[in-house]
């Protein structure tokens, strides 16, 4: 990375939970069954600037510098990268990561924490485990952050700002389904028309194109992560097959990551191929 901005999805992560670690046949650090907290409209990546009503002032708005990974309190935490431990507070970690550009991940309402100031831990590394929270008792959680620290000397969490992370670990998961070779997630809906078509943005400027299909009540979705190009050629292929009422064959996983981005708990169908018939 040459220059000094950093594409938040090519950080070299690891999920920092796994909730299948007793499965067989996963790698031990697998973000699945990963759940977003995004109930009650917190939960994701946020920040927005808005003027004050009465001073007229440019002021941050109600800002979530991460995301919420639900998980059981007492559930295991692990390094997300390999770094170097820079802070360590009752319930939260800071941690320094240089890969000849620096950033940190920050893991919060934590209990029983197992590294120490200057500790070197390399990634999938067991930090700590989550803590409940009396705030939300039932949707414990880890909040997790990535930032970027703008102060070259002084690493600390006030001199660095937030990356998105939302996408950070979906990213690892379209990755991780790459690597699937034998396609044991994916399911395909051939010969079928798109009936219904939605273009949806959810709070903390999460964006999905949403679809229906013939004769299927089971919604599919498309998380669009802004100016990706692979993405953006597959929504605007779904728009031009509804807009025709093309046949068309589709391909779709199930995305534990994004599990409970609906109201409801289901988890949620991730469309990864169209073609029109
Ligand atoms: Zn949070």
Known sequence: MANSFINPTDLPLVPPM??????????????????????????????????????????????????????????????????????????NILMLHDFGFKFMTFYNHVQNILVKVGDIVSPGHEICEVNDNPNWPTETHLHFELRYPFESSTFTRKNSLPINTTFVLYNWEVKSFENDNNNSNRNVYDNTVITSYEEVVRDRQLRFVKIN??????????????????????????????????????????SLYFSKIQTVHDKVGIIVEIKML
């Open 18 to 91: 796994d909730l299948n670690q007793h499965l067989p046949g996963i790698d031990r650090i697998s973000p699945f069954p990963m759940q977003l907290r995004t109930q009650r409209n917190v939960g994701l990546f946020y920040a927005r600037r808005e003027a004050d009503p009465v001073t007229g002032r440019q002021t941050l708005i109600r800002p979530h510098t991460g995301i919420d990974l639900l998980a059981p309190k007492g559930t295991k935490v692990f390094a997300a990268a390999g770094g170097k431990v820079i802070d360590v507070n009752p319930g």
């Open 213 to 254: 299909v013939r004769a299927n009540n089971r919604d599919l979705y498309l998380p669009l992560q802004t100016g990706l190009f692979e993405d953006q050629h597959l929504a605007d292929t779904i728009r031009a097959a509804f807009m025709a009422n093309k046949t068309v064959r589709i391909a779709w996983r199930e």
